[in-house]
């Protein structure tokens, strides 16, 4: 339709905040009891810097206004508390956070609200509290069934506390997700086994088991550079892999991620499907990520990563922004293959057009033939093979239409 002067132009109804596009709102705490060898998230030590904290706290808070006044009046879906270690917050600046994310942003239903604990109990002994701050999802960093194998991954909790600290989480929660991690040096796929299974029983509906990874700059980093031991080898972590699946797929845990389990599809955590599925999220605190829609573009963010200059950025400009680009068609669609190719749900072929990927395309008729991936719906999806080599698959569709 064309507009002639006689046509009657009435004003376009505001968009509803369920028209919009929903939001996500991820809040990064940075600081943990002591900083594990193989952590390379951005952490800070906590020692006690309780005016920092106070102050970071009341940042956070200005962040999140100062997200608001972009992205308009958008659906909450969820909030997560991440760090570091947030389960270290007091619980009454937890749930200020918590209030301003909810109060700022429009819900139509009940909004995921997932706090990251360690299992000691001294954080245990808080539960409730939080529970109380609004907190319906707590994720909890177990990492390990075995007492050496917590010593060596220097976590401050033994494997009595990281049981307590479960079932005092299933009594204070509606929902439980555990993080695991595996391919430790020595382990077998057997002893992984039986450890994975003694997680099932703890009465988590979802559980997250990771592989490690030996990132540069950690302590195991360069314990492994200086061949003080050493991670296992492929085959053995791909064989450790497989266990992961065979033993949650029959205790009813479905791989709806490459690492994530949940017992049906409401345990699905709907923080992480946001990122999966491209959709928006603030990311506030020290070095948060966020990917935001301005003006139609999909924009990534990041906060600063150091307190202070965290700090500062939020007072100089409400936002604790130190890093903006907006990305191009082609960034924003490799993105989305990355990411929807991790899940059960895969991405729709027609967000891969950037790409140069299209029904007909020879590269998904290559990749489908070599039992990689699948076409269902209009949608493109890793296989169970395929998952195992994602990075491969991943590399040849992004180079392969030269988009
Ligand atoms: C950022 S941590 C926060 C959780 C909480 N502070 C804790 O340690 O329990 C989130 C999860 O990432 C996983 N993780 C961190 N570094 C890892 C690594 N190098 N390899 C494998 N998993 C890792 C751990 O399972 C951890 O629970
Ligand atoms: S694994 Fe958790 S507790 Fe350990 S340093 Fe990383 S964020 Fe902190």
Known sequence: MTLSPRTPVRPLPRPRSSDAPPVAVYVHWPYCARICPYCDFNVVRDRGQGEQQALLAGAILADLQGHRSLTGPRRLVSVYLGGGTPSLLPPEWAEAIIGMATNLWPTDGPVEVTLEANPTDAEAGRFAAFAAAGVNR?????????????RFLGRNHTVKEGVRAAMIARAAFPRLSLDLIYARPGQTPWAWAAELEAATSLGAEHISPYQLTIEDGTAFGRAVRRGQWTPPDPDTAAAMFATTQEVL???????????NHARGEGARSRHNLAYWRGHD?????????????????????????????YLREVRESELGWAEREALSERQAAEERLLMGLRTLEGVALAELRPLGLERGSPKLAELGEAGLIRLDDGRLIATADGRLVLDRVTLELTTAGGG
Request: glycine share 14%; charged share 20%.
């Open 138 to 150: 707590l994720s909890l960093g177990l990492q390990a069934l075995d007492e050496e194998a917590l």
């Open 249 to 259: 797929t029959a205790r009813g845990f479905e791989a709806y991620e490459v690492s």
């Open 281 to 309: 999220y603030v990311g506030v605190g020290p070095g948060a990520h966020g990917r935001l829609t301005l003006n139609g573009v999909r924009t990534a963010v990041r906060a600063a990563a150091r307190p202070a200059d």
